[in-house]
């Protein structure tokens, strides 16, 4: 049986060493969650969302909300000066009462006692002056970074620690909406239930009683299972490169073949436009050299000719 906690039980001058074991254990069916499309599970993750994106464990510190959106911090080493003040591995045993005094509905989860390395006779001791007594030990205990109430009695000639809820966790019964209050009932109905409780009275024997619904999932699974009516989750594949490499050659070329007439039209214009502007150009040379051609040398002569 798997140890969860290992400490010392003390009452007077008295320390026990013992181990701490999980009494009782969860038997309901634990349905995962798949995607329907794909048939794989859903994973969650921790999530940022300030700055949307996943957070690390490392990244993570506790804090007590006080008012909507307010926070006060507590580091690791808050928590572990205060789990030390109280005695983080020991149980101490302050009164001890009769268990009939103790309402069920305190009563919160079950841990087996052994008696650790050189415990085995005040184990022992302890164990016998509860049973001679018929009394049990009112004892605080931390467990799991949490101060416990529990309760230290014998179940089958071993010690066990039922942690109990601390009265102010115990909500008040005068809270309870539409409890009929005390009525006058007819004696003949009265007489009826009576005869009924009687009738199914037994002495209780806990292996009678089954959880039914967990016995029919069950069986509809196995059912199921036999009749390969079954999924199997797939893995995600990563791209390689080559993939990718073609994938992107393959994008760049529908691109190309998608561009290619815009860019001949763009082609096509930008030729006749600059064939346009060569012509203008043209033009507009040879009417300034018009403009600007010089007299002929023969005129010239003769008007100099004249003069003479």
Not at 77 to 90: N, T, Y
Not at 98 to 120: C, H, R, T, V, W
Not at 184 to 207: G, N, R, V, Y
Request: proline share 5%.
């Amino acid at each position: 049986m798997h140890t969860m906690w290992k400490g010392t039980i003390s009452f007077g001058l008295v320390n026990i060493p013992v181990k701490l074991h999980a009494a009782t254990e969860n038997k309901d069916v634990k349905l995962r969650q798949l995607h329907d499309e794909c048939q794989s599970p859903i994973k969650y993750e921790k999530v940022c969302p300030v700055c949307d994106r996943e957070v690390k464990q490392e990244e993570i510190v506790r804090a007590y909300e006080y008012a909507k959106n307010k926070f006060v911090v507590l580091s690791d080493e808050d928590l572990a000066e205060i789990q030390q003040e109280h005695g983080e591995k020991a149980v101490e045993i302050v009164d001890f009462v009769q268990l009939e005094e103790i309402d069920p509905i305190y009563f919160e989860k079950s841990y087996y006692m052994s008696p650790n390395e050189g415990g085995a006779k005040a184990y022992t001791l302890l164990r016998e002056a509860l049973q001679e007594t018929g009394k049990i030990g009112v004892a605080r205990m931390m467990i799991r970074s949490k101060e416990q109430l529990a309760a230290i009695r014998v179940y089958r000639n071993t010690l066990v620690a039922e942690t109990i809820h601390y009265p102010d966790e115990v909500r008040d019964v005068k809270d309870v909406p539409n409890v009929p209050a005390e009525t006058d009932i007819p004696e003949k109905e009265l007489a009826t239930a009576k005869m009924l409780i009687d009738q199914l009275s037994t002495e209780f024997d806990p292996e009678k009683y089954q959880d039914q619904y967990r016995v029919q999932l069950l069986e509809l699974i196995e059912a199921k299972k036999n009749n390969e009516e079954v999924t199997t989750a797939k893995d995600k594949t990563a791209p390689t490169n080559v993939t990718n490499l073609m994938e992107a050659l393959e994008a760049s070329l529908d691109r190309a073949k998608q561009e290619a007439p815009e860019k001949a039209a763009t082609k096509k214009k930008t030729i006749i436009k600059k064939d346009t502007n060569d012509v203008a150009e043209v033009q507009e040379e040879k009417s300034t050299k018009k403009l600007t051609k010089p007299k002929s040398p023969v005129k010239k002569k003769k008007e100099t000719k004249k003069k003479a």
